[in-house]
């Protein structure tokens, strides 16, 4: 893979980044994950505007310009020939002379910047065509979860222990209401309402979400954005997760417990389909 370090194309076995990285040592990095279909940016204009307001929050500066950004997932797509998957970027703080808790000046330190592809097929799968279980974990997270910050040992931790329960994903719960998946929203339908938790700095303001709830307002949908418990969710018709991989991903099972007849539902597929249709 042809990679981008900090103004350079490179073999991904060259890249190289500092020790001393805030984004290595703090995690003072934030970052974006923007799909590709058929060789097309799906909504670069919203992961660009998220990472400006991410980056605004943390009082960080961008070493490039969004033109620049735009023009740098291009690069890579075309270098890597990438028909279907991603593009990974994260931002730091840069490299201070030393780890140091206090932030060092921006216009002595320039942020880092890195950006690779990921080969992945979002159109099709098992996981897709059976749904995936998940369980609960409370959610000990910090609580700025609308910027989106590259401290993800706890979502990673948490998928882990999904994992060793044989599900796929966690579901997040703070003072008893779901707030959102390790890395995706969460939402259920009960009589054909769409119910999802609605935006604030405790989850992440999804990019695919912001484009489902759209398109399901113009397909004359209902949606309630409020927090719902996971018991509710158990005896909803039908659950499902977003993010810019997993686009509208059926869940089947919450903690042991079938959701509807434990098949992908209708809702969450139909939102499939128009955004795959719309948003190429
Ligand atoms: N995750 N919530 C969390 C905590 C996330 O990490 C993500 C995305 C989302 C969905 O956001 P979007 O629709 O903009 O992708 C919600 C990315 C895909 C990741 O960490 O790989």
Redesign the pocket.
Known sequence: RTVYVNGDYLPETEAKVSIFDRGFLMADAVYE?TSVLGGKLIDFQGHAARLQRSLGELEMISPVTMDELLEIHHQLIARNDLDEGGIYLQITRGAGPDRDFVWPDPEEVKGGIVLFTFAKKLTAGKSLDEGIKVVSMEDIRWGR?DIKTTQLLY?SFAKMQAKKKGAADAWLVEDGFVT??S???AYIVKDGVIITRQLSTD??H????ASILKFAAEAQMKVEERPFTIEEAQQADEAFA????GFSQPVVEIDGVRIGDGKPGPVSRRLREIYMEEMP
Do not use: M
């Open positions: 994950v979860r979502p959102e998946g890395s995706n929203n989850i992440l999804g990019i695919t979400r977003t993010s810019a991989t």
